[in-house]
């Protein structure tokens, strides 16, 4: 692996000063950003926390010296490394970004191609980059696959995007933004859109990948749990400007503002289970399979009440949530059709229900 970097822990890496972003819209320019002070050192994980418009994106893709359409930089400093990314130039930017710096985006089906196999779409950064070759990439990322606790990790890049769950797409995700061991990733809410469950197993994971390899990171979130579990530092933001910054355990402990205080407050109300009898679908015991091997739903029951959230049991035990063994051929059938083939393919839905059904006649 071609690497010249210096990495010292602990040592400084992002100097944000004073800095401004404006967003354009209604024919104006509107402060996004207030002029904030940010630092983050090698190896550290800081949280950016506040509510949704508070300006956590816009901060965390500063620190990686990009604006989102439509946004500008119109006050302050950016140093990463040394080098003032305000004054980058383009072509800078470009081998900057997806080497030196990766990004982790919320909806991870967003941020793949499904006309493509993930192993290509995880090396593509570290191959074009020149950091690695592309067979050594591949080896790379099977070993990533690996220490993220993908299944199969073996094998699961030959999948398409759309033949692996959410949580293993994130984590997936997670692996393409570490192959080029970036000094610096931004997890914009990557966990959001899944499962508690699921979230606890890839935030343990990205945690453990970033410790490993001396990754800074910036997550970004409005779950106060989620940022305890995963910063050494969490950054409270408000309308644009900082509410509050200490290191996690202190910021737990004693937050000093009324705004933090509000936040710490709604995490811990306790939502009253309501009883609701009024259940208007019924689903019983339901199997389901992929193309006849893959069983991926074993014997789930669900009761939506009507004006109640959707609640799903499932059995917990690790060994059923393990991807079970494809049969032969599995993986070269579906390469073989294009995707939009691929994707035509319905799971085999047999349930208890069904059977009784076909019994009963
Ligand atoms: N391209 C844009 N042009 C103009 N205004 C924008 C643009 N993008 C974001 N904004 C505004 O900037 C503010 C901050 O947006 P940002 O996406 O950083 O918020 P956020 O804290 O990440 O929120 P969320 O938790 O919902 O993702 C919002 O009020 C938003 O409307
Ligand atoms: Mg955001």
Redesign the pocket.
């Known amino acids: 692996m071609k690497s010249d970097r210096k990495r010292i822990k602990g040592t400084s890496l992002v100097e944000m000063r004073g800095v401004k972003i404006d967003?354009?819209?209604d024919d104006r320019w509107?402060p996004?950003?207030k002029g904030i002070d940010l630092t983050l050192k090698r190896g550290e994980v800081l949280g950016l926390i506040?509510?949704?418009?508070?300006?956590?994106?816009?901060?965390?893709l500063a620190a990686m010296g990009y604006t989102?359409?439509?946004?500008r930089i119109s006050g302050g400093s950016i140093a990463f490394d040394g080098v003032d990314l305000v004054k980058a130039s383009p072509q800078f930017l470009r081998e900057f970004w997806g080497s030196r710096v990766t990004y982790v985006a919320?909806s991870a089906s967003a941020s793949f191609n499904p006309a493509h196999h993930l192993m290509d779409q995880v090396v593509e950064a570290a191959v074009n980059h020149g950091i690695m070759k592309q067979a050594e990439a591949e080896a790379d990322a099977r070993d990533l696959f690996k220490r993220l606790q993908l299944p199969n990790p073996d094998t699961i890049g030959n999948r398409y995007p759309h033949q692996v769950s959410g949580g293993q797409l994130q984590r997936a995700m997670t692996a393409m933004a570490m192959s080029s061991r970036p000094d610096l990733i931004v997890f914009?809410?990557p966990t959001t859109a899944l499962d508690v469950t699921t979230q606890v197993e890839v935030l343990a994971a990205m945690r453990r990948i970033v410790e490993e390899f001396d990754t800074a990171a910036i997550y970004?979130t409005?779950d106060l749990a989620v940022v305890a579990q995963m910063a050494h530092r969490i950054m409270v933001?408000r309308y644009?400007n900082l509410v509050e910054e200490a290191d996690t355990r202190n910021m737990l402990k004693n937050p000093t503002q009324d705004y933090t205080k509000t936040l710490w407050a709604v995490r811990k109300l306790e939502k009253k289970e309501s009883v609701n009898d009024d259940i208007v679908l019924r689903v019983n015991a339901i199997d389901a399979t992929y193309s006849g091997a893959a069983k991926v739903l074993d014997n789930v029951t669900v009761n939506i009440p009507r004006a109640a959230p959707l609640r799903l049991w499932a059995s917990q035990d690790p060994a059923n949530r393990r991807w079970p063994a494809p049969s032969p051929g599995f993986f070269r059938s579906a390469r073989a059709r294009s995707p939009s083939t691929a994707s035509r393919c319905r799971p085999a839905f047999r349930t208890a229900t069904a059977r009784r059904c076909r019994r009963s006649k």
Do not use: F, N, R, W
């Open positions: 967003g354009y819209s509107h996004i950003v506040g509510e949704s418009g508070a300006g956590k994106s816009t901060l965390g989102k359409p439509g946004c919320q914009d809410e970004i409005h933001l644009g």
